[in-house]
C-alpha cells in the first residue's frame, strides 16, 4: 500500500505545539538563551556563558568549569578535568528525560551537530535533542508509546513508536505538532534516513517470531511517499537496520537469525549470514556490515558477539569479538553498535558488563573499554567523539575516541 504525504503542508497542520522549552540540568535550569551564550552570544565573551539565568553576569568560564565545560550543564563525570578542548574523560551532556523519575533513553543519532534520541517505556516516551557540545534540551515530542528507533534527515526528525505501531515524523525544531506518517498493524522498530528516504523495520509477532506483516519500508522524500510493500518477509523477525546508497541492511531477531541486504531500487533481498544468535543492532562501513548476536530469555547465558560480514556476501560471517575474550566479565550483553570512516574501530554498547567498547574492525588486538558503568544503550559516532545513551539514568553522554 502507497500513502503520499507532503512533508511541507503536512507540518503546516498543527493539533498541539511542542515547542523548545526550558530544561532541567542536574539541580539548576539551563534557558535557551544561555545555550546561545554558551558559544559567546547574549553578550558573553567567547568560552564564557550566563548558567544562572541572571542577564547581569556571564559567571561560567566554560574552559575550566567542570560543570559546564564547553557548555551550560555539561558535566566531567568521575572527576574529569576540564580544558579547552573538553573533559578530559566522559561528558554528560543531557540528563533526565522525559522526566527525571522515569527516563528510560533509549536509541539515538546524531545529525549536523545535534544528537536526537528517543526516550520512555509507556505512553509518556518522549523525543528530545541536545547539542553536541550540551546546553538546553529541546522537548520534539511528548507522549509518545514507547518510542524506539529514531533517525534525522534534512526533511525532519522520524521515529517509531513500538508500542502504537506507527511511524511519525516532526520538524527538527519542534515547533509543530508530530504527525503520523504510517499507522501499521503490527509493531515498528528500527528507523534508518538518508536525504532520499526513511526505511523502517516492521515485525508482525514477538521478538523472534515471524508472521505475515513482517517487512522493511520505505518512505520516499521529500514527498513522504510510503510504500510498505517495499520488502516483505513473513519467514523473519525483524528488528534495527542501517542504509547506505544503495542497500537497507537489517537483522532478524531470531534464534537461529539472518542478517540480510535489500536493495534499495528494488526490493530483492540477500541474505549475508544466517544461523545467528539473536542479532540486535546492525551498522555498515564502506565495505563490511557489522552486528551485534545478544542472546535472551532462556538462551541469555548463549555466547553473545560483534559480528562482521562483507557487505557483497563474498566471504562468510566472522566474529570481532566473543563473550569468550572477557572471561572476567560475568555476563556480556552487546547492544547497539556503530562504525564510520573516521577510525579503524567498531564501538558497542554491553549492558551486561555494563561497559562501552571498542575494537578494531578486523578483530584483532584487544577489546576496550570506554566506560563502565551505568546501563548504556543507543551508541552513535559523529566527528571524534562517541555518543551514547544511558537507559536507566536517562542521560547522554560522550567521549573522545
Given at each position: 500500500m502507497r500513502q503520499a504525504f507532503g512533508i511541507g503542508s503536512m507540518l503546516c497542520v498543527a493539533i498541539m505545539t511542542a515547542a523548545a522549552c526550558t530544561s532541567v540540568?542536574?539541580?539548576?535550569?539551563?534557558?535557551?538563551?544561555?545555550?546561545?551564550?554558551?558559544?559567546?552570544?547574549?553578550?558573553?565573551?567567547?568560552?564564557?556563558?550566563?548558567?544562572?539565568?541572571?542577564?547581569?553576569?556571564?559567571?561560567?568560564?566554560?574552559?575550566?568549569?567542570?560543570?559546564?565545560?564547553?557548555?551550560?550543564?555539561?558535566?566531567?563525570?568521575?572527576?574529569?578535568?576540564c580544558s579547552a578542548?573538553?573533559?578530559?574523560?566522559?561528558?554528560?551532556?543531557?540528563?533526565?528525560?522525559?522526566?527525571?523519575?522515569?527516563?528510560?533513553?533509549?536509541?539515538?543519532?546524531?545529525?549536523?551537530?545535534?544528537?536526537?534520541?528517543?526516550?520512555?517505556?509507556?505512553?509518556?516516551?518522549?523525543?528530545?535533542?541536545?547539542?553536541?557540545?550540551?546546553?538546553?534540551?529541546?522537548?520534539?515530542?511528548?507522549?509518545?508509546?514507547?518510542?524506539?528507533?529514531?533517525?534525522?534527515?534534512q526533511h525532519g526528525v522520524f521515529w517509531s513508536n513500538l508500542n502504537d505501531k506507527d511511524v511519525l515524523t516532526v520538524d527538527r525544531n519542534g515547533a509543530r505538532a508530530p504527525e503520523v506518517l504510517f499507522d501499521s498493524d503490527f509493531a515498528t522498530l528500527g528507523v534508518a534516513a538518508d536525504e532520499e528516504a526513511v526505511f523502517w523495520a516492521q515485525r508482525a509477532a514477538g521478538i523472534g517470531t515471524p508472521g505475515e506483516g513482517s517487512l522493511i519500508g520505505k518512505i520516499?522524500?521529500?514527498?513522504?511517499?510510503?510504500?510498505?510493500?517495499?520488502?516483505?518477509?513473513?519467514?523473519?523477525?525483524?528488528?534495527?537496520?542501517?542504509?547506505?546508497?544503495?542497500?537497507?541492511?537489517?537483522?532478524?531477531?531470531?534464534?537461529?537469525?539472518?542478517v540480510n541486504r535489500t536493495q534499495r531500487a528494488t526490493g530483492d533481498t540477500q541474505r549475508l549470514a544466517r544461523e545467528q544468535l539473536f542479532p540486535y543492532a546492525i551498522a555498515v562501513d564502506d565495505d563490511?556490515?557489522?552486528?551485534?548476536n545478544s542472546p535472551r530469555g532462556d538462551h541469555a547465558g548463549e555466547l553473545s558477539a560483534v559480528m562482521r560480514a562483507p557487505k557483497d556476501?563474498?566471504?562468510?560471517?566472522?566474529?570481532?569479538?566473543?563473550?569468550?575474550?572477557?572471561?572476567?566479565?560475568?555476563?556480556?550483553?552487546?547492544?547497539?553498535?556503530?562504525?564510520?570512516?573516521?577510525?579503524?574501530?567498531?564501538?558497542?554498547?554491553?549492558?551486561?558488563?555494563?561497559?562501552?567498547?571498542?575494537?578494531?574492525?578486523?578483530?584483532?588486538?584487544?577489546?576496550?573499554?570506554?566506560?563502565?558503568?551505568?546501563?548504556?544503550r543507543g551508541i552513535a559516532l559523529a566527528g571524534g567523539f562517541v555518543f551514547w545513551a544511558d537507559e536507566n539514568s536517562g542521560t547522554i553522554r560522550k567521549r573522545a575516541r
Open positions: 540540568l542536574g539541580d539548576f535550569t539551563v534557558s535557551e538563551a544561555s545555550a546561545s551564550s554558551a558559544s559567546g552570544g547574549d553578550g558573553c565573551a567567547a568560552g564564557t556563558a550566563d548558567c544562572d539565568g541572571n542577564p547581569d553576569d556571564c559567571e561560567v568560564n566554560l574552559l575550566d568549569d567542570p560543570q559546564n565545560c564547553g557548555a551550560c550543564g555539561a558535566v566531567c563525570l568521575d572527576g574529569g578535568r578542548t573538553g573533559c578530559s574523560g566522559v561528558t554528560e551532556i543531557a540528563r533526565g528525560f522525559p522526566t527525571i523519575e522515569a527516563p528510560n533513553a533509549n536509541l539515538l543519532t546524531v545529525y549536523q551537530g545535534e544528537v536526537y534520541w528517543t526516550a520512555g517505556e509507556g505512553t509518556d516516551g518522549s523525543v528530545q535533542k541536545v547539542s553536541v557540545l550540551g546546553g538546553a534540551v529541546t522537548t520534539l515530542a511528548v507522549g509518545q508509546n514507547a518510542p524506539y528507533g529514531i533517525a534525522v534527515n520516499t522524500m521529500p514527498d513522504a511517499e510510503v510504500d510498505d510493500e517495499f520488502h516483505e518477509d513473513n519467514n523473519v523477525s525483524p528488528h534495527l537496520i542501517a542504509i547506505d546508497r544503495e542497500h537497507v541492511y537489517w537483522v532478524d531477531r531470531s534464534l537461529r537469525g539472518s563490511h556490515v557489522y552486528w551485534t556476501g563474498s566471504e562468510d560471517a566472522a566474529a570481532v569479538w566473543t563473550a569468550i575474550e572477557d572471561d572476567d566479565v560475568a555476563h556480556a550483553s552487546p547492544d547497539c553498535i556503530a562504525v564510520d570512516g573516521f577510525d579503524e574501530f567498531v564501538y558497542w554498547t554491553d549492558q551486561g558488563s555494563p561497559r562501552v567498547m571498542r575494537k578494531r574492525k578486523d578483530g584483532t588486538g584487544r577489546a576496550r573499554p570506554l566506560y563502565e558503568g551505568g546501563t548504556p
